[in-house]
């Protein structure tokens, strides 16, 4: 809002929607917690797993970077950190609220397996929203075209684009997921005797 008050520039008002998006995932994981019907909460949990690519994919938003060009570029640079930033910590919430759904009612071993497969899910639904330029809600508008795309992707040579794009950012979030929760975890402080 800054940006378009000094500029009257609305060129990034796409990360708005983008960030909105990001949103989703967390909002149907946390519902799918507060549901007692089995088939409810695994439709809940299936369309969180489908939305959550859309909070790691604020990260490629940075090739928007200076598209617009009026403003500071230390303004924009803050200004696209602070939504891919938003969209990693959208992520590290939504994959904790999903093992806990999964692990209270199915069994922590399932929730353990989802921990492993989530990342390469995320960085398969980047792939598609960012290089093949699908969107979320295109499984349900467009089911046979989409599932007709990723046959050709899957049967072709793009398969080895897909595969790097996807070890790459899936890659990228799993490490993102590591650091914070390392940093989250409580850390023995051990006082010197002789300093009492």
Request: include cysteine; aromatic fraction near 18%.
């Amino acid at each position: 809002m800054i940006r378009i008050f000094l500029e009257w520039e609305m060129v990034y008002l796409f990360l708005v929607w983008n960030l909105f998006l990001a949103w989703l995932p967390l909002f149907f994981a946390q519902l799918s917690s507060k549901t007692n019907k089995s088939y409810a909460s695994i439709s809940l949990i299936g369309l969180s797993v489908l939305f959550l690519p859309n909070a790691s994919y604020l990260v490629t938003d940075l090739v928007h970077f200076r598209m617009g060009s009026r403003i500071n570029l230390w303004f924009d640079m803050v200004l696209f950190l602070s939504y891919a930033f938003s969209g990693l910590m959208l992520t590290i919430y939504t994959i904790d609220a999903l093992v806990r759904v999964i692990a209270n009612m199915y069994s922590k071993r399932l929730s353990s397996a989802f921990h492993i497969l989530i990342f390469p899910i995320i960085g398969c639904g980047i792939y598609v929203g960012r290089i093949e330029r699908w969107n979320s809600w295109d499984v349900f508008i467009h089911p046979f075209h989409f599932l007709s795309e990723m046959y050709q992707i899957i049967f072709s040579s793009q398969i080895v684009d897909l595969l790097s794009f996807c070890a790459l950012f899936g890659g990228f979030s799993a490490l993102f997921y590591i650091l914070i929760k390392r940093i989250q975890q409580p850390h023995d402080v051990h006082i010197n005797p002789k300093l009492k």
